[in-house]
């Protein structure tokens, strides 16, 4: 029964906005899912197993295939290890792909249809209710919760991810903002669909986004086709509210190890460099600490507990002194966002982007000159905000393969475009660094070099340390030493605005914050706290794919009496 309507999202969705709530936890319904997996499995295989031997004793076999009930019990015990071994099993996890054990797993309406009429008198009412529930609110989904986005916007962020971003379907009002939707890109594949968390788009209203690692064979699909950034359509399904969905209403603090909301402390273990300074660009953070290594995770979190719990070493007294190093010069934010940009976009697609919007800009101003020599007039399908509202002014013929100003603006705004504000005048400073001969074009071999130009800065250093490399362009050193405040020797590390990384702590296995003098604290707090909970109010929330950090947290939450919440899509 619980196999089937655990999976019911629908059902489920709506029930968790009701009372029912209050009784039965719906924050993890794949989790009722497996664990009732496993045990009908294994249930299902002795009880093959002893039927079998039964027979056997008895010399009885001929009725595994002369009874109803042998056939069917012998077409359920034979799927059975298909549906359940590869997707419990971690080898045979690892080693098949998701749709082939996603098909496989399908094979349960086999089992459910032989187990129907295995035992008719009483399994209709376990197996046969259950699944016409779990198939309507299936059809029911799929028919009413699908949504076609013809314009989604790609971008790739560092060496390994896509950025998706699109508006929020109409229907998605009361949507909650924790949730989670599954996508089909039907230029991948029409059939395979997958499950990603989904968060507000921080830049745009009413917009929603999605980062997505290249982990597996369809991300891998999807981040060699995203070459430059573009519009494409996908479908999605949903959106499902996640275990996240009512701790993360009810928490007054909230620890996210990758994610969360309200008042947030962020601890990141992410190993693309890019993808973190793609969102440090995208989403306004107070302060942030760099540590090279992974930290030790109870230290981290009672480091955190013990400066909100004690008021010191807070990140909010260095965010005024510290906005002004987000308004670095223009130039200074290219040469930074050039270097990000030519390891995640081949430099050849770079410039060849400029050239067709050379070309587009063109074309459009030759028919406005023709539409003003007949008297008419119209407009021109040129995007003024992607162009940045700058006035082309081209000649009718422009030299082949060459980019125009309005081409390199566009360029600019399309591959660049987290670099924040700037003006035409500095796309104009650009281009005439660029422009050496002065003919009002730019070839390959000029912009080859003013990228090697552009980049030389912090060509010697990796990509792992790009973000250090910004702490130097905007003079981080200087408000770092200024605004560093440690009281109590409680924290170490506390530093930036959004504009950059800050200090690192390279211990093996170190901490940025915590360590046993907060453990102390926070244990200490729980003994003098009288029989009431001091930590009731806090929550831990992870988002990932790590078993090791998934049970490190279990034990801090059993240890500290924290609330946890966890979003794996480990399926």
Known sequence: MMLFLSKAHNLNNHLRRTLVREWIDFGDMHKVHKIFGIVIGIETMLHSFFHLLRWGLNNEMRLLWHTAAGITGFVAAAVTPLICWPMVIPFLKQHIRFEVRKGLHYLSIVWAIALLFHAPSKIPWLIGIPALIYAADHIFG??????????????????????????????????SPTSYVYIMCPWISKYQWHAFTMFPDP????????????????SRQLYDKIKVPCQRQLYVHGPYMTEFSDKAITSSNAIAVASGRKRVNIIWGCRDPGLIEYILHKVDISAITRNSSRPDLENTITGIITAIHSGEGLPEELYEKQKKIANAPFRKRMMIAMTRVINVYDKNEMFDYAVEATAKAAAAERMQEIDLESGHSSDSDIDSEEYGNMESHLPVAIPEDQVSLWGLGAMISRFLGVIGEYSRRDIEDIFDAIDRNRSGFIDRAEFSAFLKVATSETKARSSRDLLSSMVAFTDMEEALSSSMHNPRGLLTGVSSHHAAATTSNSRHGGSVFGDSNTNEYVNK??????????????????????????????????????????EKFDW
């Open 142 to 175: 799929y028919v009413k919760r699908n949504n076609l986005i013809e314009t989604a916007y790609f971008e790739r962020y560092g060496e390994n991810g896509v950025a998706l971003h699109f508006k929020n379907p109409k229907s998605w009002e009361d949507r």
């Open 203 to 218: 830049s745009k209203e009413n917009h929603s986004m999605l980062c997505i690692g290249a982990s597996g064979d369809w």
């Open 525 to 566: 707090l729980m003994n003098d706290c009288d029989g009431a909970k001091p930590l009731e109010e806090w929550s831990i929330f992870y988002c990932g794919g790590s078993n090791a950090i998934k049970k490190d947290l279990k034990e801090i939450s059993h240890r500290y009496g924290i609330d946890l919440a966890v």
